[in-house]
């Protein structure tokens, strides 16, 4: 019964997502709320990035010749930027149909991304290594975050980064990103986050650090209706993003 339980597979939240997969890339969709953070999100990890594999003030391809997997990739929203950056992408998720998505826009947008329908466990059993790692929020929708998440540090190269964003486990984020998002202002089907799957930050560093992994930076993300935009804040309470290296 044990080994049966060692997975990271969450089977209701993969159906959840796969039954929405037509839509990932309809910016007025129902991944209206992921395209509007896309910018955010791209601009932390370009940064971030570049400052730590030395590559500020590179050309249009800083990535080139960085290995990057994106795990619970969906339809590819981050994977193909990070392709244009110069990363050899793989981008992973546990909905075939998610992949199989991602794969026709890729080959309509000219992109070579190695899609796998994988795990983050099967992944780090056959030996994958990278230079960065992704987990963009998909840790509040697997079955088991510890493994997820050591998994994940499993295939992390020496010097490498690995970047986490999630929703904290906090009484705001549950009034603002799941009452407020899903039932207010129907950014996100009904459904799509449950308080007890949110996770906080402590609960993303135990795993990755007990993993040899050490913290970078880290930082809250918040919605400005003003501005129509996302922007960085130092209040962590809802969306939240984490940075960890392996060092070499």
């Not at 993300?221 to 940075?243: A, E, G, K, T």
Request: aromatic share 8%; net charge neutral.
């Amino acid at each position: 019964m044990e080994s049966a339980q060692k997975t990271t597979i969450d089977a209701v939240e993969v159906e959840r997502f796969s039954k929405m997969a037509a839509e990932w890339w309809s910016p007025t969709g129902k991944f209206r709320p992921l395209h509007k953070f896309n910018p955010v999100r791209l601009s932390y990890i370009r940064n971030r990035a570049s400052t730590h594999f030395e590559r500020e003030g590179q050309n249009s391809r800083p990535f080139e010749g960085l290995r990057l997997l994106d795990i619970g990739c969906g339809g590819g929203l981050l994977c193909e930027p990070m392709a244009r950056l110069g990363a050899k992408v793989t981008g992973a998720d546990a909905s075939e149909i998610n992949i199989e998505i991602a794969k026709i826009h890729a080959e309509q947008s000219g992109l070579e991304i190695d899609y796998r329908a994988d795990t983050s466990e099967k992944l780090a059993a056959n030996g994958e290594k990278f230079d960065i790692i992704l987990n963009m929020e998909v840790v509040e929708h697997v079955a088991n975050v510890d493994l997820f998440l050591t998994s994940c540090a499993d295939m992390l190269k020496p010097g490498g980064l690995m970047f986490v964003a999630t929703i904290n486990r906090t009484m705001k984020a549950k009034a603002l990103a799941i009452f407020g998002a899903e039932y207010v202002l129907r950014w996100l089907p009904r459904g799509t986050h449950q308080y007890e799957k949110l996770v906080r930050p402590e609960e993303i560093s135990s795993p990755l650090t007990s993993s040899g992994l050490s913290f970078v930076d880290q930082s809250g993300v918040f919605y400005s209706p003003l501005q129509d935009r996302w922007n960085l804040s130092p209040d962590m309470n809802v969306n939240y993003m984490m940075v960890f290296e392996r060092k070499k």
